[in-house]
């Protein structure tokens, strides 16, 4: 059986953040095995996130934007995100970057899909058994949320990147949540990504419970493309996902030997589902653990019980379906503004703003959920 320092189980956006931190870091004496089933070949997603400064992979980023618009059915509102910016970028071009930097003697990277992970490190796949001393696993199953008395909800949506006849887009400024989309009694927004005057992403996203079918998706997105008053234009690409946004209470250690990372160590905001650039804080101090002979899950950042109890409300009240998404993240954006609502996401906020944000929501229902979540 073959032996490893550490083996990465899945190639994905945390694997490959750990493995080039790896290289960054560590001394490159040690032996890493990658193990993906698929190639990392496509442009399978794109990760947006906000932030004050620079991260790990700024030179990936694919476009960003200064100015971001929230819409509802009733007002229209264009903030200066400054000091923040809103970034993106494309999976292929990660993977193609992560496929360059570690193409070194040490580091093995193979296409195979794993089959068992043991608690001893073991882990078997189609054609192999490899034995590593540490193993970080991000290979999630959905389907343990079903079996969790979690709450969740999922955020799913359908985009296409389309390059238009006509110029259309004002390249600054993101549509980060337009509301102005039927709520059919849920949650739904079109979300616009624009990269040139006459090319962007446009997605049409669901917070809820039940996934669409496919001609259900395509209907909606097309009459949002419609509703946007684009006529003529043709599609790039198209993305679809499914993230789900829980309170589960997620395993970061599964054994002395193997560490859960992404979405399955918990790495996701519950609130967003964002989890990219978390995922680089985390691995960073996973690292620096790691050279200091400490143990990878040593003194991380991690969420307060506070924030657990602010997203873990959200959730609830976006699952009790009382009101639609339009009437929640309407209100808080309007009355917040977008710096005060990506601090209180980045949890950041004091107290004071806390409290301003809670009284923009339905108090007595949020309330009534905030201590539901309390007695849990
Ligand atoms: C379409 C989409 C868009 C998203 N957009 C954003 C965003 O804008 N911002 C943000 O912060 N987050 C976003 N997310 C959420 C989250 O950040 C991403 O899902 C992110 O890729 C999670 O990283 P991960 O490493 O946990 O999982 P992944 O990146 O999904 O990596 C898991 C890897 O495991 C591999 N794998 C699975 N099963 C096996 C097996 N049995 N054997 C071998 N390999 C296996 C997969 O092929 C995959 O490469 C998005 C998610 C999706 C699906």
Redesign the pocket.
């Known amino acids: 059986m073959k032996q490893f320092d550490y083996i990465i189980?899945?190639?994905?956006?945390?694997?490959l953040t750990l493995a080039y931190l790896l290289m960054e870091y560590e001394d490159r004496e040690k032996s890493i095995l990658i193990?993906?089933?698929?190639s990392?070949s496509t442009n399978d997603?794109?990760?947006?996130?906000w932030e004050k400064g620079s991260n790990l992979l700024e030179h990936l980023v694919y476009k960003s934007w200064s100015k971001a618009t929230v819409n509802t059915n009733s007002w229209s509102q264009t903030y200066e995100l400054a000091p923040y910016t809103y970034k993106m970028i494309r999976g292929i071009d990660f993977y193609e970057f992560m496929k360059q930097e570690l193409n070194t003697s040490n580091l093995y990277w193979i296409q195979d899909?794993?089959l068992e992970i043991t608690d001893t490190g073991q882990v078997t796949t189609t054609n192999g058994v490899y034995q590593g001393k540490l193993v970080f696993d991000?290979?999630?199953d959905p389907k343990l949320l079903q079996t969790s008395d979690a709450n969740t909800i999922l955020q799913h949506f359908k985009g296409k990147v389309i390059r238009t006849e006509k110029d259309c887009f004002q390249i600054d400024t993101a549509t980060y949540m337009d509301f102005s989309v039927d709520q059919e009694g849920d949650c739904r927004f079109g979300y616009v990504l624009p990269f040139k005057p006459n090319e962007a992403l446009v997605e049409y996203t669901l917070f809820n419970k039940h996934l669409l079918s496919d001609s259900e998706y395509e209907h909606r997105l097309d009459a949002y493309i419609k509703q946007l008053r684009i006529k003529n234009y043709e599609v790039i690409e198209e993305?679809?996902?499914?993230?789900p946004m829980t309170d589960h209470k997620f395993l970061l250690r599964k054994s002395d030997k193997v560490f859960n990372i992404?979405?399955?160590g918990g790495?996701?905001k519950a609130s967003t589902?964002?989890?990219?650039?978390r995922?680089q804080q985390i691995l960073e101090r996973v690292v620096k653990n790691l050279i200091s002979g400490k143990k990878p899950d040593h003194d991380l950042p991690h969420q307060s019980l506070k924030y657990k109890l602010y997203d873990a409300t959200l959730l609830k009240v976006l699952a009790d379906k009382k009101y639609t998404g339009r009437e929640v993240f309407g209100n808080l954006f309007q009355k917040n503004g977008m710096q005060s609502m990506f601090r209180f996401l980045d949890e950041e906020t004091t107290l004071t703003e806390e409290l301003k944000i809670m009284s923009s929501t339905p108090i007595i229902d949020f309330g009534r959920a905030f201590f539901h979540q309390l007695g849990k």
């Open positions: 189980a899945g190639a994905g956006a945390a694997g193990i993906d089933k698929d990392k997603r794109t990760w947006s996130f899909e794993i991000s290979i999630f993305e679809y996902g499914i993230i992404g979405i399955k790495f996701a589902g964002y989890s990219f650039l995922a």
